[in-house]
């Protein structure tokens, strides 16, 4: 196991997931233009497209390829990007910066990366639906993997956590609505990756529930280890100035349980998700690895 | 074909679509409960529910009945719910009033009515896929309706059509750029609802050719009448400021072709739409009842 190769392994599948992007987008000059570059900006702006590498990752679990995934792979880092987009917006977070370059709000305009958020959304189901036709034997499956991402993008998942952070800017919040924004916000949409690729890979339903578990631990350490970084990391690790949770009054562990509490926290629900995964046996080392770098990542 | 009570067709479809919207909501003291009151207090504002009520016909049509087409007739009600939400943020065409009630944000905030928005469009994709996977022999047709449907909201439909509408607020339009904006803003959508009804109906494709040229038509002329009532209606009619449209500089069939050719124009559009539900026969002759009302209505 200590012979995986995690970074040629990232890099191979990043490479495969941004050639992907690039076609499942429309053109710069397709009509009208100013949306479909405010789309493409985003999108094509880097990022380590963490979630669809855990949607390929899930697939391989379970024994199916890259391939088999690539279209819902895409359809996650859509969802991921309009929700960066709309987050970003002045009446949200009002963020000028995002991976180093101004947000999509501050080059196109207000309207337009509204827009331009909504159509990566609603792009996004039909490459869902494309992939999970493409794969499925029965419209059962289909219909299971559209609500698997709904669920996980809903009030019930991401925008749910979006809410409640928002609402709780400013405050100081209990251990537990922290825990509901990162679970909400960030895990639900981890989560639903590694499940829709194990789905789409053929996995049980036995697979898809650990595959869930690891998931929801993964996510929520993901966003504990990025709460770590906003207090310890540099701006040229992070592309954005550190610090700026802090600024805004946002709701983080570092704030909540310390930065020492909270870097335990990460470790044990990286454990928690390695003993899981453990169930899938060589399929799941690649998984494993990426929970690794998911802890000791500095950005 | 006189003897079609079009008032109590209209009543019966607008109470059944009304009571299954109330169910798939979430209850207003969902967690977090700011999004779900935004969500619930747009939808439930009331309006003609013309979308869904065409889902319901194209249903009809091809022999279909409306209890086959209910989660998704529901479903374009939320996609053109999300649309005026996030169409009246300050960002985009600015709008206090609504339906004689204030715009979303004006009441929830714009970061929730953002929020609400987004996961109005997402919901929707939900009650798709169940909709579809309920009535699907196959996973093709599954795919196939969540593809019109994305096709008719995304940049090659309706967010093109307003990303065009904004871009050409106060400025003189071509004529072929005011009817590129009015068939994707406004017709793609109505096109796809009764394409969808049809498909989930049991509609053959010629059937789906033929109700989607018409559909093309319907949505078109709908949106020319609404042009026109904008000029020509009052407050308590609309709901709403007559002459806003002008206020704002938008690009209106009567600005551009004044009021008698643009009423020419939608006459044209219903009797060349009614010319191709002729095809259907009996099964089109509540939506031929719909194509006049589309004329006629005074709001």
Chains 1, 2 share one sequence.
């Not at 040629?8 to 050639?19: G, I, K, P, S, T």
């Not at 390829?65 to 709309?86: F, G, N």
């Not at 578990?213 to 701006?235: M, P």
């Not at 399929?283 to 494993?288: D, E, K, M, R, W």
Request: proline fraction near 3%; include cysteine.
């Amino acid at each position: 196991m200590s012979a995986f190769d995690l970074t040629a392994y990232l890099n191979d599948r990043r490479q495969r997931v941004d050639d992907a992007l690039a076609t499942v987008l429309l053109p710069d000059d397709a009509e009208p233009p100013s949306v479909h570059r405010a789309m493409r900006y985003s999108v094509m702006a880097g990022g380590k497209r963490l979630r669809p590498i855990l949607v390929i990752a899930g697939a391989e679990a379970v024994g199916g390829a890259a391939a088999t995934v690539m279209e819902a792979a895409c359809a996650l880092e859509l969802i991921h990007t309009y929700s960066l987009i709309h987050d970003d917006l002045p009446a949200m977070d009002d963020d000028d910066y995002r991976r180093g370059r101004l947000t999509n709000h501050k080059v196109f305009g207000e309207a337009v990366a509204i827009l331009a958020g909504d159509a990566l959304l609603t792009d996004a189901f039909r490459l869902i639906a494309e992939n999970a036709a493409r794969v499925a034997k029965n419209p059962a499956l289909v219909r299971d993997v559209i609500v698997e991402v709904v669920e996980a993008a809903s009030t019930r998942g991401m925008v749910g956590g979006q809410v409640v952070d928002i609402e709780s800017e400013g405050k100081t919040v209990a251990a537990e609505t922290l825990e509901y924004i990162h679970l909400h916000k960030t895990a639900a949409l981890i989560r639903a990756s590694l499940r829709v690729g194990a789905m789409l890979g053929g996995g049980r339903a036995d697979q898809l529930a650990v595959i869930g578990e690891a998931g929801r631990s993964l996510g929520l350490a993901f966003q504990i280890v990025d709460d770590i970084l906003d207090v310890e990391g540099t701006l040229a690790e992070l592309g954005k100035s550190a610090g700026s949770d802090e600024r805004k009054g946002k709701a983080t562990y570092p704030a909540v349980h310390g930065i020492e509490a909270s870097r335990e926290e990460a470790r044990r629900l990286i454990g928690l998700a390695k003993d899981e995964l453990a169930a899938f046996g060589a399929g799941a080392v690649p998984l494993c690895a990426l929970a690794d770098y998911i802890f000791e990542r500095r950005s």
